[in-house]
């Protein structure tokens, strides 16, 4: 079978909805050797991939209707959710691991990863999107409830955006009324990277867009993560609706 470093999944479905998934897999591809390098249990880490990220868009895309796009490669191959001159891109250092593949890559090996892996991804993206006007990007992610010595994160929930809140602000709101949640504005992360798959897709097209980040303690089972998104696809409905024609 030969591989491809995206998916796919519902593409014939109508709904204004597209659900992304940038940090879907811990894939290393076949001609990496399907190995960085690293143990079991760092490929297993949120430092590989996000965590439970994947269950939760495929559920809400199934609940909304929409096509979801999820890259099939670890972000330590090559970061999709980032651009092709942030110095983040291809991480030889993360969270206390090294990453011994990326070590000695150099310029001609990141440049090769991005033409292998980034930019199929990103293709496939911007075809999804482009084929409705009125399309609303939705950005799933999971975050960790703790980084090394870093105080604990509150929110089971947060919302990032950049300048365009037309969406993030009725969903935030929506969150906000849901008794049993904390929930952040551009927490755990903000709201804009340049160059990352919001600003790339949806911020320099003038796009609907919003980017859930969601804990990853939540979401480690396929049950949680179709609660989660059935959930979300309400919430997300309804705070469509609220968004000015």
Request: glycine share 8%; charged share 25%; hydrophobic share 40%.
């Amino acid at each position: 079978m030969t591989y491809c470093p995206f998916r796919v999944e519902g593409e014939g479905r109508q709904s204004r909805f597209l659900i992304t998934c940038d940090h879907a897999a811990n894939t290393v591809p076949p001609e990496l050797g399907g190995t960085l390098g690293l143990p079991d249990g760092d490929m297993a880490r949120h430092i590989a991939y996000d965590v439970g990220a994947a269950g939760v868009a495929r559920a809400l895309g199934a609940a909304l209707g929409a096509p979801v796009v999820l890259s099939d490669f670890s972000r330590l191959v090559i970061d999709p959710n980032r651009g092709e001159d942030d110095p983040t891109l291809l991480m030889k250092l993360y969270d206390g691991s090294v990453i011994p593949a990326n070590r000695h890559a150099d310029a001609a090996e990141k440049a090769r990863r991005i033409e292998a892996y980034h930019r199929p991804y990103h293709r496939a993206l911007e075809g999804l999107a482009a084929r409705r006007e009125d399309v609303a990007i939705v950005s799933v992610h999971s975050f960790t409830r703790q980084l090394r010595g870093r105080p604990t994160r509150p929110w089971h929930v947060g919302v990032l955006h950049a300048w365009d809140a037309r969406l993030s602000d009725p969903l935030i709101a929506l969150l906000e009324a849901e008794p049993d949640l904390v929930v952040g504005r551009n927490e755990p992360y903000p709201g804009h990277l340049p160059g990352d798959a919001i600003d790339r897709h949806a911020l320099k097209h003038g796009r609907l867009n919003t980017l859930l980040e969601i804990r990853n303690d939540l979401i480690e089972t396929e049950t949680a993560q179709a609660h989660w998104g059935d959930r979300l696809a309400d919430l997300l409905t309804r705070a469509l609706a609220q968004v000015p024609d």
